[in-house]
């Protein structure tokens, strides 16, 4: 299967050959381009604060998350990340415990609009905050913003999801086995990244990790999200309207 095999090929004159599972060699992958849509901290006007050094970290994993909060078309996303950065500041004065820690920056290192702009967050250098315990150490925190429980991702937010993780894997020469999601590293404490963004990372391999792939062997992901799971939100992101109260 994919993830535990040796994958070799010649792409572009480059040779690319990477063995996945337990006790592995660092991945090396052929160059992958910066995904498009990049909105770099500068752009957005990030404002953080200094982060102690203590926190860095070795990145190990890419971790997909989603923000948990319904997502409406009259959202900016631009304010939302900007938002969060200064809340994570005024945790210890808004938020009850155990959830009043002091988050110097962005939780996450990258977080996804629904239109696919991939915004930039914390430093790569620095390990992520989260309200599960797990251990933080060595994990990328990408978030897609939205409710997966209740709307489904764009097509536009999947595709920058699964370029960003391969060009993370690429930089950070990680194999697909660092591909995770929050509710398989805190196991039971969470549903995130929502039921309708996780049925793309089940099965061995998930096509998630398939699209991932092929990005990493220089080919295009045919991605097709498929139609609405049994029970399941049927509406996407990019569709749901603010309900007049």
Known sequence: MLNRVWLGAAIAGVLLTTEIGLGAEPARWAEVARPPKFVSTEEWGS?????????????????????????????????????????GKRRPEIEEPPRN????????????????????????????????????????????MGNFEEQRPSPAQVESAVRLVAWLLAKSELPLEAISTHRSVAKGQTTCP??????????DPGQFETWVAAVLQGEQPHIDLGPPLENGPTELITATKRKDK
Do not use: C
Not at 103 to 127: K, V
């Open 194 to 203: 929502g039921r309708d963004f996780a049925r793309y990372f089940n099965g």
């Open 101 to 144: 820690t002091y988050w110097p920056d962005l939780p996450y290192h990258f977080l996804i609009a629904p239109d696919g702009r991939i915004f930039e967050g914390r430093s790569l250098d620095y390990e992520p905050e989260s309200n599960t315990p797990y251990e933080l150490t060595g994990h990328l925190g990408v978030e897609l």
């Open 47 to 87: 404002q953080p604060d200094p982060i102690p050094d203590e926190r860095r970290h070795t990145p190990k994993y890419v971790t997909l998350h989603h923000a948990g909060v319904l997502w409406t078309a009259d959202r900016d996303p631009v304010q939302f990340v900007r938002n969060m950065q200064a809340w």
